[in-house]
């Protein structure tokens, strides 16, 4: 199982990057490479059919969600990407003056080898972060 942990502060409260965050099918709104999100149920067990900028379409489902918390866990159940058996959490946290998003996933490489996987989730929660910290004025 190969595992993807990574954080970053944002230079907001943990209440204002949530508020930002946790719209499950909000993810256009503060992640760049997803150019459509629709969504289908509501809460625990809704899903997600993501469109990427070159079309490619992932679907995701909701697992878990704790607003007092601020964390949430979601799955890939159909994806053409190289991966299996991806579960992801977020959690947002007061960190300062400002916030810390967390941002974990397990997943088993498929097709394609290891780091080039890792390379690719990295690079998506890179883009989350850096489109924040932008949109938050860091």
Not at 3 to 28: C, E, H, Q, R, Y
Request: with cysteine; charged share 25%.
């Amino acid at each position: 199982m190969t595992k993807v942990s990574m954080s970053s502060k944002i230079p907001a409260s943990a209440g204002t990057v949530w508020d930002m965050v946790k719209g499950f099918n909000d993810l256009p709104n503060w992640l760049p490479p997803i150019a459509k999100c629709e969504s289908t149920g509501d809460g625990v067990g809704s899903k997600r059919t993501l469109t990427l900028g070159d079309g490619t379409k992932v679907v995701e489902e909701l697992e878990e969600y704790d607003d007092g918390s601020r964390t949430f866990t979601y799955l890939i159940v159909d994806s053409p990407l190289p991966l299996t058996g991806y579960r992801s959490s977020v959690t947002i946290r007061d960190s300062g003056d400002g916030a810390e998003m967390d941002w974990n996933a397990e997943f088993e490489p498929a097709g394609a080898p290891e780091a080039d996987v890792r390379q690719l989730v990295e690079g998506l929660y890179q883009a989350g972060f850096d489109n924040l910290k932008k949109m938050f004025g860091g």
